[in-house]
């Protein structure tokens, strides 16, 4: 099994930037995709970006690119999802997950493994 928590979310202005981390436990993840996923009030949970296990192919949301950047750091068991140039519309709760497999998809039923998610907030 694969624990995943994620942190640092919070509050910020439109235009500002968070990093969060996603922190795995109880198996390692470097052979495995992360995904970040978000879901905002009223919304479908919806994909943001993801990694491939060696960090050499990733994925990012069309709302998202040239904004947010994911990263991670398999010594340890970590990954990060850098977020820039913050808009209101990327308030959400964002999750980590990781899917069993080696390679990156967009698609959130093929992550096994979910952290409990982070909220973003963003003001205008």
């Known amino acids: 099994q694969v624990q995943l928590v994620e942190s640092g979310g919070g509050l910020v202005q439109a235009g500002g930037s968070l990093r969060l981390s996603c922190a795995a436990s109880?198996?390692?993840?470097?052979?495995?995709?992360i995904g970040w996923f978000r879901q905002a009030p009223g919304k479908e949970r919806e994909f943001v970006a993801a990694?491939?296990?060696?960090?050499?192919?990733?994925m990012y949301a069309d709302s998202v690119k040239g904004r947010f950047t994911i990263s991670r750091d398999n010594a340890k068991n970590r990954a990060f999802l850098q977020m820039n140039s913050l808009q209101p519309e990327d308030t959400a709760v964002y999750y980590c997950?990781?899917?069993?497999?080696?390679?990156?998809?967009?698609?959130?039923?093929?992550?096994?493994?979910w952290g409990q998610g982070t909220q973003v907030t963003v003001s205008s």
């Open positions: 997950a990781v899917r069993l497999s080696s390679w990156v998809t967009t698609n959130q039923y093929e992550y096994g493994h």
């Open positions: 109880g198996r390692t993840f470097s052979g495995y995709a």
């Open positions: 990694i491939n296990w060696s960090g050499t192919s990733t």
